[in-house]
């Protein structure tokens, strides 16, 4: 049974930083594309940032958390990370880790998610 567990989240204030993990188990962490997508209320999940899981883990990320955000991963320790740094209020969102076995900004494409942290920014 695929379980993706995602913490770190929290409260702060614009400008500050935080560090979500996702940790997985139940599948072969070095093989999965990780990503991190989130959801503000009233609107559709959006895609944050992704790593894939071969050839120099290529990263893709939103335009909108471009040089702000880092994904990262562990595969020793089957964690996958999303660094966020000069947050903004418009970054409050929950956000959720999804594993798939290639980087889609889709949402509808995964199978596998967590349950999600909540990332709350105030000004």
């Known amino acids: 049974q695929v379980q993706l567990v995602e913490s770190g989240g929290g409260s702060?204030?614009?400008g500050g930083s935080l560090r979500l993990s996702c940790a997985a188990s139940g599948l072969t962490f070095?093989?999965?594309a990780m990503n991190w997508f989130r959801q503000a209320p009233g609107t559709e999940r959006e895609f944050a940032a992704g790593i894939?899981?071969?050839g120099?883990?290529?990263t893709i990320y939103a335009d909108s958390v471009k040089g702000r955000f880092t994904i990262s991963r562990d595969n020793a320790k089957n964690t996958a990370y999303l660094e966020m740094n000069s947050l903004k209020a418009e970054d409050t969102a929950v956000y959720y880790c999804a594993a798939g076995r290639s980087v889609v900004r889709d949402y509808k494409w995964?199978?596998?998610w967590?349950?999600?942290t909540q990332v709350t920014?105030?000004?």
């Open 12 to 14: 702060v204030q614009a």
């Open 30 to 32: 070095s093989t999965y």
């Open 52 to 54: 894939g899981w071969s």
């Open 56 to 58: 120099g883990f290529t």
């Open 110 to 112: 995964y199978n596998y």
């Open 114 to 116: 967590g349950h999600g």
């Open 121 to 123: 920014v105030s000004l």
